[in-house]
């Protein structure tokens, strides 16, 4: 049996974040009643001609520079034609040719099991508009909603021959790619709800061949991990079909996710059947420097660079770094604890490990539409202040920061009302040990014998006596001290 090498081209679909759509002044958001946000411009009724929204012009070209790309100073739109009830004018407005969309020629770099970094490159990324729903009646049949046409749509392409060679290679790209959309702004990432679509074009060939397999297209993937199952399903069914004697066929396949696996749809368009040609309707686009300056300077330090900076600077693994920069808003406020004088690393341990934990119970977070937490930077930087200065252990940290968690009062206010200041004075620490150390002459005994692992239970004893706040260090070097015969 031959071995295979898998290949993977990436479309990406999404939605940018403008108040209105791409055309027309029709509001853009998700949901609500069918048809009510169309004009005459969206549905393509004879006699409209449409404007081109600038915003969205602008949030494609961000995400073109942030992917390394090329910007086209000179850029038209196109009529991409086909016919399916979904699409109201018979053709959508699109972008096509190697140099022509807004950006082409970029690259997006993914980490690696290896600890490295792999460039996955970009080979174009266009403005077009989305098309409307398909839904199924409760009373049969079919309906059709408007209200998604028209909303401005961005794609990106991998580039070709695709970089992508595994599964998990094609689920990293989206997710890289999908953070970097959200951090820019320019987008939402909520595949769940469809305003970002991934749809990898799949296709194996024997080990050594030149020439790239019969590709088909996976639609209806809604989640990282359908990504991931649905490009391993399509490649051991390509693998099976060709070691049968069978032909694969250029085709677009849907995903099941209830059963993970695909199933044919259509037979697959060529690039021809499309017959593009320049939209009469709207004038080319040009971009001159200032504009694509001005453009750029919105774009913040992107994801991949601030985990590089939090571990050659701030000295944190890549796991930690990893989870912090996961999501913008648990970045900002590890950014804005670290700028008030905050230890990186003690910060970083207590955001991914209390505080999220807490986070989690709640339903709470740190900024956003959910509920936000009354813990803010200052709460984390005091209270990793009292435990480094040793004005409390880490287990009573534990008990004030669930404390700031509830009431959002300072943890130096919780530490003077409960009386849990940590004792370090070393007379009162070595008068406790003596009297622990009285208290079980047996237990001394079996230490000096050789039995040193009971010594936990002497310093346990000590922190029971002092009622947790003797400085557990101090406690272990005077105990340590008072055994020695």
Known sequence: MPEYVLSVGME?????????????????????????????????LPGTLPVPNRRAIELVMKTALALNCTIARHSVFHRKNYFYPDLPKGYQVSQYGETNPIGYGGFLEIPTAEGGFKRIGIRRVHLEEDT?????????????????????????????????????????????????????????????????????NISVRPQGAEKLGTKTELKNLNSFRSVQLGVQFEMRRQIATLEQGGTILQETRGWNEANESSFAMRIKEEENDYRYFPCPD?????????????????????PLAKTRRYQDELGLNAYDAGLLISDQDWADFFEKAVTLGGNPKLVCNWMNSDFAKLLNESGQWVAGERERTRVTPTHLVELVKLIESNSISGKMGKEVFAEVFATGKNPQAIVDARGLSQVSD????????????????????????GKQGVIGFLVGQVMKRSQGQANPALVQESMRKALEP
């Open 426 to 449: 070393s007379a009162a620490i070595e008068a406790w040990v003596q009297e622990v150390l009285d208290a079980h002459p047996d237990v001394v005994e079996s230490y000096r014998t």
């Open 132 to 200: 409307g729903k398909l839904m199924h009646l409760p009373s049969g049949g079919s309906g059709i909603d408007y209200n998604r046409a028209g909303v401005p749509l961005m794609e990106i392409v991998t580039d070709f021959p695709p970089d992508i060679q595994s599964p998990d290679e094609a689920k990293e790209y989206l997710a890289q790619l999908r953070q970097i959309l959200i951090y820019l702004g320019v987008c939402d990432g909520r595949l769940e709800e469809g305003s970002m679509r991934c749809e990898p």
């Open 12 to 44: 990406v679909h999404a939605e940018l974040l403008t108040q209105s759509k791409m055309f027309c002044r029709c509001p853009v958001a998700f949901g609500g009643e069918p048809n009510t946000r169309v004009c005459p411009v969206c549905l393509g």
């Open 282 to 302: 709207l004038i080319p686009m040009e971009f001159d420097d200032p504009f694509i300056d001005r453009v750029a300077q919105e774009i913040p330090e992107l």
